[in-house]
């Protein structure tokens, strides 16, 4: 099933893959620069797991791992394999961000020996505590936090 003009298999595009018309080939070709992105991309989606726990860091770093694994589709209707992992990966590593910074304010705002360093540091930083900043805010947009410590 050669072509005789040139010596490459007709189905096959510059990168070894066969083109969409018949997708036959399982694994990708590591020349072709779809898998770049998603071998990139499952590398960003482990390390947003690994840094979750970096302030926002790992949250970053999912949301590119995302951006990467969408963007290895190219113009095909089909994702390739590192790219569905690199959304999984990327998935864990934003829902284990999240959740840890919601534990850490939560954490923050209701351990009074934690909540009063955190207005002891604002009184510094700011010349005001942090009690008093949120009290303004409630303030200004008239709505009520709820009770701090």
């Not at 595009?13 to 080939?25: A, D, I, L, S, T």
């Not at 999240?98 to 351990?111: A, L």
């Not at 009290?135 to 009520?144: A, D, V, Y």
Request: charged share 15%; glycine share 12%; proline share 3%.
């Amino acid at each position: 099933m050669e072509d005789n003009r040139n010596g490459k298999n007709p189905w096959q595009n510059e990168y070894g893959n066969q083109n969409q018309e018949n997708p036959g080939q399982q694994t990708p070709n590591q020349l072709d620069p779809r898998y770049n992105l998603a071998a990139i991309a499952v590398g960003l989606g482990v390390s947003s797991i690994v840094l979750c726990m970096s302030g926002g860091l790992g949250l970053i770093l999912a949301g590119v791992a995302i951006m990467l694994a969408f963007l290895s589709r190219g113009r095909s209707r089909k994702m390739l394999v590192q790219g569905k992992r690199a959304i999984g990966f990327a998935v864990i590593g934003l829902v284990a961000g999240y959740s840890v910074m919601i534990s850490s304010v939560h954490t923050v705002m209701t351990d009074p020996q934690l909540h009063q360093q955190l207005n002891d540091m604002s009184q510094q930083m700011n010349g005001v505590s942090f009690d008093d900043m949120l009290q303004q805010i409630e303030n200004e947009l008239g709505i009520h936090f709820g009770d701090t410590v």
